[in-house]
């Protein structure tokens, strides 16, 4: 996919094109690009890295290692799942896990979803 700077819909790479180091470190020190526009089907799937809360009510939206989804309707319209809860709160930034599968797998966060104790 085409890398695109969130701030301002620049395509900073196209698709197919290599990014090297050095290029993601010279974009990184002259402060070109901090965030990355991504299609949705990029983060469905993946796991969200801490707890997102309602700072007013301390409602918890989203709990750290929740896997982000759709709920779809028969009609394959969105109706529900985390994704969306999130995006019906306003929340457009999501910190997620960085798990590619095959530097980092997802072991650690597997056991602990595993684990049904929910105290010390």
Do not use: C, H
């Not at 990014?19 to 991504?38: C, F, Q, Y």
């Not at 930034?93 to 590619?100: G, K, M, R, T, W």
């Not at 997802?106 to 104790?117: E, G, H």
Request: overall charge negative.
């Amino acid at each position: 996919m085409d890398l695109v700077d969130a701030a301002t819909g620049e395509v900073i790479l196209k698709a197919g094109d290599k990014a090297t180091p050095r290029m993601v470190k010279k974009w990184i020190d002259e402060g070109k690009v901090t965030d990355l526009l991504v299609p949705f089907d990029y983060i469905l799937g993946r796991f969200v890295a801490s707890d997102i809360i309602n700072e007013e009510t301390g409602e918890i939206w989203v709990e750290a290692g929740d896997e982000l989804t759709w709920e779809l309707d028969k009609d394959g319209e969105v109706k529900g799942g985390t994704l969306k809860t999130l995006m019906d709160q306003g929340i457009t930034e999501i910190p997620v896990l960085d798990i590619d599968n095959v530097n980092v797998g997802p072991y650690l966060r597997n056991t602990m979803a595993a684990d049904k104790v929910m105290n010390r």
